[in-house]
């Protein structure tokens, strides 16, 4: 059976002003969403992405989620933790079956999702095609009939949730930029799609995308808002190599920031765009007068990361 999470959302998020000496002497201003802080086991821009189409599967009558990630996916991690026994995840990496599951899948598991291991060029061929007939058709033989959540769980439904975080602050204006890391993009189009008139978002590529990332979010918007919008820009400067990688100067980055501020980050997205705002203050993209606003999409787990 597939019914709503019976958990109660801390919403709206708290918006906390911070003082960080070296934005300070750009003449910029941070804030922190903590979005977070939403739920412990399904927080962040995962809530926000997932409520949704949960929502909209339980309406269609659906009894089944079926959903794709990789092996650290904080996605798959939210819907297990959600509609585990409901739910399906499809993850990229057939060599993976029969290994002993890291610590994201095996509490997958542990939330009751099944999961399906796929070779890493049909993951790639299934997500390419999931709007195709003739894929669907291979997921329902293999699957049963399912409400299907694309990667990352980024869809039209995902970005108009994740638009509520941009709805949640108010007073924004001109001199404000909403900041976050991006992964599929389906956060920052919402976010986005969400801003008043004048302010804008910059997403912070957390992986290797030039290009792709902005296609994505291109997408989402002609999908949900059935038009474009110009008020976001992707910083591809500060993925530090690549999806899952925290070189070294990212590593002291964040250490010296949760010295400072008190509070643990997590270092696979939102570590990078708090780099990338402190790179990036007091140049073209965040100049003096600015008022940035990160969201932190999610808070510090277990999660694998790659050095160098
Ligand atoms: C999944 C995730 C992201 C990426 O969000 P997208 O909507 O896929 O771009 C960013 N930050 C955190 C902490 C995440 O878990």
Excluded at 10 to 38: F, H, N, Q, W
Excluded at 75 to 89: D, E, F, M, S
Aim: aromatic share 4%; net charge positive; charged share 20%.
């Amino acid at each position: 059976m597939l019914s709503l999470p019976a958990v109660t959302p801390s919403l709206p998020s708290p918006l906390t002003p911070l003082s960080d000496p070296a934005l300070s002497r750009a003449g910029v201003e941070l804030r922190l969403k903590r979005d977070d802080l939403i739920d412990a086991r399904i927080p962040g821009n995962k809530w926000r992405k997932l409520m949704p189409n949960l929502r909209a599967a339980v309406e269609q009558g659906h009894t089944h989620v079926l959903t794709f990630g990789g092996a650290w996916s904080h996605h798959i991690r939210a819907v297990a933790a959600a509609v585990g026994p409901a739910a399906t995840g499809v993850i990229r990496g057939d060599e993976l079956a029969t290994r002993p599951r890291n610590p994201s899948l095996a509490a997958a598991e542990a939330d009751g999702m099944r999961l399906a291991f796929v070779s890493r060029a049909d993951y790639r061929r299934l997500l390419r095609g999931l709007d195709e007939p003739g894929v669907r058709e291979e997921l329902r033989r293999a699957h049963g009939r399912c409400y299907v959540v694309p990667e990352g769980g980024s869809n039209a439904l995902a970005a108009r949730g994740a638009a509520m975080t941009a709805a949640e602050l108010p007073d924004l204006g001109a001199r404000d930029v909403v900041c976050c890391a991006v992964g599929t993009g389906g956060t920052l189009a919402g976010i986005a799609a969400g801003l008043p008139p004048g302010a804008r978002a910059l997403g912070v590529a957390a992986l290797r995308g030039d290009g792709y990332l902005e296609g994505e979010v291109a997408r989402l918007h002609a999908a949900g808002w059935g038009r474009p919008f110009a008020n976001w820009t992707i910083d591809h400067g500060h993925h530090g190599g690549g999806y899952g990688r925290v070189p070294p100067e990212l590593e002291r980055f964040a250490t010296a920031f949760e010295a400072r501020h008190g509070l643990r980050v997590e270092r696979r997205y939102v570590a990078k765009a708090l780099l990338a705002v402190h790179r990036l203050a007091g140049g073209p993209l965040l100049p003096p007068g600015t008022r940035v606003t990160v969201v932190v999409t999610g808070p510090p787990g277990e999660g694998a990361t790659r050095s160098g």
